[in-house]
């Protein structure tokens, strides 16, 4: 299976600033990443797909980049709304998995 | 309304069974792909099954043998059969659904998640 490493676990940050998460793949997963966003007691919101592109209604703040073993999500502009766990996933080769999770914490 | 609505959870003895159900509405169910995805208690993800709009189904290891994935397009249903259960099978399962214009397997629509809890 393709394990996905994502860090920091966990971060610390304030409305504002600009927030970068990454997502290490254990095997080359060309483009085929996605980014998603879960707040407490929801289902997790997909984000961004093919590593870089931006889902529909999705806030332009929000920019993914990448491709083979290492992906990036950026947050330009933390919103308080943005405060929440991210998590990856990769569809390169099966079975399809999500890295451990980020969770994003107010300052 | 664009939804997926789970039921069926509940608490199961190790070995047991447990159907679960997803009503879907507001789209188009017979031409999306869909899935279940389960969440531990310690908040990890985990994919469990896929079918294909041709009715082709897919799991990992984990769940192979012993979960079964079907639909029924008449009814905008899909259903996620579970035998054999195991204490590690303790989680939300959530029925999702991939996007059409999108080749690749990614969960743009999710439902609110069904409790399954195997204890003794």
């Known amino acids: 299976d393709t394990q996905l490493t994502q860090s920091p676990s966990f971060l610390s940050a304030s409305v504002g600033d600009r927030v970068i998460i990454t997502c290490r793949a254990s095997?080359?997963?060309?483009?085929?990443l996605g980014w998603y966003q879960q707040k407490p007691g929801k289902a997790p919101n997909l984000l961004i797909y093919?590593?870089?592109t931006l889902q529909s209604g999705v806030p332009s703040r929000f920019s993914g980049s990448g491709s083979g073993t290492e992906f990036t999500l950026t947050i330009s502009s933390l919103q308080p709304e943005d405060f929440a766990i991210y998590y990856c996933?990769?569809?390169?080769?099966?079975?399809?998995?999500f890295g451990g999770g980020t969770k994003v914490d107010i300052k | 309304e664009i939804q997926l609505v789970e039921s069926g959870g509940g608490l199961v003895q190790p070995g047991g069974s447990l159907r679960l159900s997803c009503a879907a509405s507001?789209?188009?169910?017979?031409?999306?792909?869909m899935h279940w995805v389960r969440q531990s208690t310690g908040g990890g993800l985990e994919w469990v099954s896929a079918?294909?709009?041709?009715?082709?189904?897919f799991y990992p290891d984990s769940v192979k043998g012993r979960f079964t994935i079907s639909r029924e397009n008449a009814k905008n249903s899909l259903y996620l059969q579970m035998n054999s259960l195991r204490v590690e099978d303790t989680a939300v399962y959530y029925c999702?659904?991939?996007?059409?214009?999108?080749?690749?397997?990614?969960?743009?629509?999710w439902g609110r998640g069904t409790l399954v809890s195997v204890s003794s």
């Open positions: 095997q080359g997963i060309s483009s085929y």
């Open positions: 996933q990769q569809l390169n080769s099966d079975p399809l998995t």
């Open positions: 507001g789209f188009i169910f017979r031409k999306h792909d």
């Open positions: 999702v659904r991939s996007p059409v214009e999108l080749v690749d397997w990614y969960f743009d629509l």
């Open positions: 093919a590593a870089s």
């Open positions: 079918i294909g709009t041709a009715g082709d189904t």
